[in-house]
């Protein structure tokens, strides 16, 4: 298996724990873009950007200032 599955194994696992942060989940799929970004075609990088969209509303405002400027800023950029 390759490091891309594996990392997007490890993503899932993340996203799945009921008891981990959305804030934390959001961190994750960041750095995952981050890295898919730069290796994949831009097409494949749209189902993470969704997930991350869906995780920042359903966390509205649990999370803090910083998490939704650097959202605002991934969408841009």
Known sequence: MG?????????????SLAGVP??????????????????????????LEATLGKLLQAADTRLDNWDKLKHRFSQIV
């Open 3 to 15: 490091e891309d599955e594996e990392a997007k194994q490890v993503l899932a696992q993340i996203a």
């Open 22 to 47: 959305i804030s934390v989940k959001c961190k994750a799929y960041r750095e995952m873009l981050l890295v898919a970004k730069e290796t994949t075609p831009l097409q494949n990088t749209l189902p």
